[in-house]
């Protein structure tokens, strides 16, 4: 993103000083897909693609800010009990107000701002958005006393508090925390985590957007949700001795006796979450050996339990799938709560372009549209450039 562009556009849409300029970058999750709300583990990288956001205080007590994308403009008091009705502009108050409760005494200040986090590719430009704020505020107005891990959990406030959206906690984990050529693997039971290293020799990790996102995804989520709390509930009756707060508790002996107890539906349902667990920390293993064929062929089975399984795929992405493996690509799978969005696929660099030339022909002749195409390179977390 050009720094200068966004100084440009501070300078003419405020009073022609300069502001501190920071950054915060979206994310991939490499493997762990609808593990967060079962206590087991995600896997998540920052990438090279997030917010910038230009900030000075205005010795005022009013927010001024301007989406440089959307041009538009949006104003509130720092104590203002609603809030703009704009929805980007809440995700701002929202930190503003969460800030606050951490004890930052935010006074008013000009913001200009600007992403490119492709929309709807499931990379959260709204958690970037967060933390680059919650960094911002912290820096200006907190002597930055406040935590990474404060930081993060704000950005979650602002989701369920302003934003009415109940996420976890791994898209802002991963803004914040994200360093340079490594990976994160968050236990999102006891939010302990480990920095794992990713420099992924002679391959490219790309994701392909089918442009698709289909309507079941909120309903569908839920009733998985249920499914893994049923299962839960029947281990508990079934194993009283036993402390069963999530599926994460249960190891596979343990499903198979409560198999008859469950409906075939919610079975594999848990299924899927045991051996994604499973996935995650064979993939830990393999990265620390530079072991890239192991992490793809887990990828492969992510996939294929997202949609067999977990029947959350879609048939956009089981072609750009299928299209993967017929290309040889080392490993690939949904990337996202599914029902549309990206595939996240790791591809070979001498494969590489006859994979996206391909991919983009077929997909077109399918469903008449290309898919996207991103390269993502992992990148640091949340910081001040200047």
């Given at each position: 993103?050009d720094?200068?562009y966004?100084?440009?556009?501070?300078?003419?849409?405020?009073d022609?000083?300069?502001?501190?300029?920071?950054a915060?970058p979206?994310?991939?999750?490499l493997?762990g897909?609808?593990?967060?709300y079962?206590g087991g583990?995600?896997?998540?990288g920052a990438?090279?693609?997030g917010?910038m956001a230009?900030?000075r205080p205005?010795g005022?007590?009013?927010?001024m800010?301007?989406?440089?994308?959307?041009?538009?403009?949006?104003e509130?008091?720092v104590?203002?009990?609603?809030?703009?009705r704009?929805s980007?502009?809440?995700?701002i108050?929202?930190?503003?107000?969460?800030?606050?409760?951490?004890?930052?005494?935010?006074?008013?200040?000009?913001?200009?701002f600007?992403?490119?986090v492709p929309?709807g590719?499931g990379?959260?430009s709204?958690?970037?958005l967060e933390?680059?704020?919650?960094?911002?505020?912290?820096d200006?107005?907190?002597e930055?006393k406040?935590?990474k891990w404060?930081m993060?959990?704000a950005?979650?406030?602002?989701?369920?508090?302003?934003c009415?959206?109940?996420?976890g906690?791994m898209?802002?984990?991963?803004?914040?925390?994200?360093q340079?050529?490594?990976?994160?693997r968050?236990?999102?039971?006891?939010?302990?985590?480990?920095?794992f290293?990713?420099?992924?020799k002679?391959y490219?990790?790309?994701?392909?957007?089918?442009?698709v996102?289909?309507?079941?995804?909120?309903?569908?989520?839920?009733?998985r949700?249920k499914?893994?709390?049923?299962?839960?509930?029947?281990?508990q009756?079934?194993f009283?001795e036993?402390k069963?707060g999530?599926?994460r508790?249960?190891d596979?002996?343990?499903?198979d006796a409560?198999k008859a107890?469950v409906?075939?539906?919610?079975y594999?349902r848990a299924?899927?979450?045991?051996g994604?667990?499973?996935r995650v920390?064979a993939v830990c293993?393999?990265?620390?050996?530079?072991?890239?064929e192991t992490v793809?062929?887990?990828?492969?089975?992510?996939?294929?339990?997202?949609?067999?399984e977990y029947?959350?795929?879609?048939?956009?992405l089981d072609?750009?799938?299928?299209?993967?493996?017929?290309n040889?690509?080392?490993g690939s799978?949904i990337?996202?709560?599914g029902?549309?969005g990206?595939?996240?696929n790791?591809v070979k660099?001498?494969l590489?372009e006859?994979?996206?030339?391909d991919?983009?022909?077929?997909y077109a002749?399918?469903?008449?549209?290309?898919?996207?195409?991103?390269?993502?390179v992992?990148?640091d977390?949340?910081h001040?450039?200047?």
């Amino acid at each position: 993103m050009d720094i200068e562009y966004v100084r440009s556009r501070f300078i003419k849409h405020f009073d022609g000083k300069t502001g501190n300029i920071y950054a915060s970058p979206g994310r991939i999750n490499l493997i762990g897909e609808h593990t967060d709300y079962n206590g087991g583990f995600v896997f998540p990288g920052a990438v090279d693609k997030g917010i910038m956001a230009e900030v000075r205080p205005n010795g005022t007590d009013t927010i001024m800010c301007y989406s440089i994308d959307l041009k538009d403009r949006v104003e509130f008091k720092v104590d203002d009990p609603q809030g703009p009705r704009a929805s980007w502009a809440r995700y701002i108050y929202g930190i503003v107000q969460e800030m606050k409760k951490l004890g930052v005494e935010v006074k008013g200040f000009n913001t200009a701002f600007a992403g490119d986090v492709p929309l709807g590719a499931g990379m959260s430009s709204s958690a970037a958005l967060e933390s680059c704020f919650a960094f911002a505020l912290n820096d200006l107005f907190g002597e930055n006393k406040v935590s990474k891990w404060d930081m993060a959990l704000a950005g979650q406030a602002t989701e369920h508090n302003y934003c009415g959206v109940n996420c976890g906690i791994m898209d802002q984990f991963a803004s914040v925390f994200g360093q340079e050529g490594k990976l994160m693997r968050l236990d999102c039971r006891s939010r302990e985590f480990e920095y794992f290293p990713f420099h992924p020799k002679g391959y490219k990790l790309v994701l392909l957007d089918s442009k698709v996102k289909h309507e079941l995804a909120s309903s569908a989520y839920n009733e998985r949700r249920k499914s893994c709390e049923n299962v839960v509930e029947a281990l508990q009756k079934k194993f009283p001795e036993n402390k069963f707060g999530t599926l994460r508790d249960a190891d596979w002996a343990e499903l198979d006796a409560v198999k008859a107890e469950v409906s075939a539906e919610d079975y594999k349902r848990a299924h899927y979450v045991l051996g994604e667990k499973d996935r995650v920390l064979a993939v830990c293993d393999a990265l620390t050996k530079d072991d890239y064929e192991t992490v793809g062929k887990k990828m492969y089975e992510t996939h294929e339990g997202l949609s067999k399984e977990y029947e959350v795929s879609c048939e956009e992405l089981d072609y750009l799938n299928e299209l993967a493996k017929a290309n040889g690509v080392t490993g690939s799978r949904i990337m996202g709560g599914g029902f549309g969005g990206c595939t996240i696929n790791l591809v070979k660099d001498e494969l590489y372009e006859q994979f996206i030339s391909d991919a983009k022909v077929k997909y077109a002749a399918k469903y008449n549209r290309e898919p996207a195409v991103y390269n993502v390179v992992i990148s640091d977390g949340s910081h001040k450039i200047c």
